[in-house]
C-alpha cells in the first residue's frame, strides 16, 4: 500500500512528466524496506528469479555494503509493461520526489529508444516462468547437476550478437547438391566473346584459373560449419550442442535474459543522463518547495559526483543532453558554424532557433551510447567538463593522466562502450579438423583477454560441446591458439 502522501507526489510528478511531453508506460510503485530492496537488486530487479547460488552472493555482498554504509539503492524500475518501480521505505520527502520524477525519465527512455524496441515487455512474467522450469528440473535432476549447468551457462552469458535483433547476419542455408552445383556453375563460368578467335583474349587461361580457384574458395565456404563466422555463441551451441533438452532449454533462458539486460548496458550512460535531466527539470521547475531545495541540491549533487578516473554516467548523459539542447536552441551546428573560424563569435553564436527540445527527444529515441557519444561528444564540451584518458605507469606504479587531446579522449570512450566493453568472439569452425571440435576466434581490438577468464570460460564451453574447444586470439602481439578438453588446458 502507497502512503497517501507519497501517492499525491506521484500523481503530481507524472502530470508534470506528462506535460513536458514524457512518453511513458503505466508505472507500479511499491515502497520497500531496505531488505527488501536488496533482495531485488540481487535478482536484477525482479522479484521472483530461478534458484541460485549467485544470487545470495549478491544478496550478502549488497546488504554488507549497505550495513558499512558504503551505499544506498534510492529506487529500482523494471522495463516492462506495466513498468515497476520501487521506492525505499523512509527515505525523505525530497528524496521520494527525486526518485519518482528519475523513474519515469527512464520508463519514457525504455518505451521510446529504439535499442529497447525488441525486448520483452512482459519480463516479468518470463522471470517468474523461467523460475518456475527451472525448480521443476531441479526436483527432475536435482538440485546439485541444475546448479552446476547454470553455473557453465552463466560464465557464457555474454557471448551473444548484442546487434542481431535489429541486423540479419544468417544467410538461408542450401542443400548440399544445389550448393555444389552452384559452385561448379561459377567454376566454368566465363566472359561471353563475339567469335571464338577472341575467347583466349577475353577468358585468358590466368583468368579461368582465377574463377576455378574462386569457385572452390566458395564451395568449401559453403560446406563450413557454420558457414558464415557466428557471433551468437549461445545460440549455436542451443542448435548445435549434444546436450539434453533441460539444459538446452536451461541456455535458452540463459540467452533470453541476456538480451533482455543487454539494451540497458548499451544505453547506460544516455538512460541515466535522460532520467537525471528531467528529474533536474521537473523538481527544480515545478515541483521543489524552498524549504526543500538545499536537501534536494545536496542530493542531486551526490548523483552526479564524479572522481579521477571513473565515468559517472548520470552525470556525463545529463551534461551531454544539456549541451545538445543548448547547441540546437543557438544554432550551433552545421557548416557555418563548424566553418567559423572567430573565437569570439562561436562563443557569443546564438541563432535563436530553439530546437533544443525536440532535437534531445529525436537522439533519445534513436541512439545508444556509441552513437551518442560518436556524434554529440564536442571538443568543447571535453575541455569544459576536464575530461582525459589516463594509464598505469609501471616505474612509480600510479596511475597517470595520459593525455586531455579530445581525438584520444573520444577514442577511449568508443572503444570502452563498443560491444558493451566485452571482447567479441566468434565460432568459425563447429566441425574442427573434421572432428567435431570447435574452433572460435577472438576478435582482437587491441586489448588482449584476461588469460585466466579465458581458460575457465574455454573449460565451460567444452563441457557443453562435449569435445575440445578451441580460442584463437592475439596475446602481446603474438597469434596464440588456447584449447581446453572439459578440464585439460593445452597452449
Known sequence: MIPSEIQRYIEEIKK?????????????????????????????????????????????????????????????????????????????????????????GHVDFFKNNLWFSKTNRKMLDEMANHAVRVRRYIDRYGPEEVENFIDVCLSIEDLID????????????????EREDEGERKAISKLRSPNEYLDEYINPEDFIEWQKKKAEEERIRRKRFPEYPERDVLLFLIENAPVEEWQRDILSMIREESYYYAPQIQTKIMNEG????????????????????????????????????????????????????????????????????????????????????EKIFEVRKFYNDVTFIDEFLTEDFCREHGLFTYTYNRATGMYEIESRDFKKVKEKLLFLLTNCGRPIIEVVDGNYMNRGELYLIHR????????????????????????????????????????????????
Open 16 to 104: 508534470h512528466a506528462l506535460d513536458y511531453g514524457l512518453d511513458f508506460f503505466e508505472v507500479v510503485f511499491e515502497v520497500v524496506d531496505f531488505e527488501e530492496m536488496n533482495m531485488l537488486a540481487s535478482y536484477g530487479g525482479f522479484p521472483i528469479r530461478y534458484p541460485h547460488w549467485r544470487f545470495g552472493m549478491e544478496y550478502e555482498k549488497i546488504s554488507k555494503s549497505y550495513s558499512y554504509g558504503l551505499h544506498k539503492i534510492y529506487e529500482m524500475v523494471i522495463n516492462n509493461d506495466p513498468a515497476y518501480a520501487y521506492l525505499l521505505k523512509g527515505n525523505t520527502d525530497i528524496d521520494q520526489k527525486l526518485v519518482i520524477a528519475h523513474v519515469y
Open 162 to 177: 548484442i546487434h542481431s535483433p535489429f541486423i540479419k547476419r544468417r544467410h538461408e542455408r542450401k542443400g548440399l547438391l
Open 274 to 357: 535522460w532520467a537525471a535531466y528531467w528529474h533536474s527539470k521537473i523538481l527544480t521547475e515545478k515541483v521543489v518547495t524552498d524549504r526543500e531545495i538545499i536537501d534536494y541540491a545536496d542530493h542531486h549533487s551526490g548523483t552526479l559526483a564524479t572522481r579521477p578516473g571513473v565515468i559517472n554516467p548520470y552525470k556525463l548523459g545529463m551534461e551531454l543532453f544539456k549541451d545538445i539542447e543548448d547547441r540546437w536552441n543557438k544554432g550551433k551546428f552545421g557548416r557555418e558554424y563548424e566553418e567559423c573560424n572567430d573565437i569570439e563569435e562561436k562563443r557569443n553564436w546564438d541563432r535563436k532557433l530553439g530546437l533544443g527540445r
Open 444 to 491: 582482437h581490438e587491441g586489448v588482449d583477454l584476461k588469460i585466466d577468464w579465458a581458460k575457465d570460460v574455454l573449460n565451460n564451453l567444452s563441457k557443453i560441446w562435449k569435445r575440445p574447444v578451441y580460442l584463437e586470439t592475439v596475446v602481446e602481439g603474438k597469434v596464440r591458439v588456447f584449447s581446453a578438453d572439459a578440464g585439460a588446458h593445452r597452449k
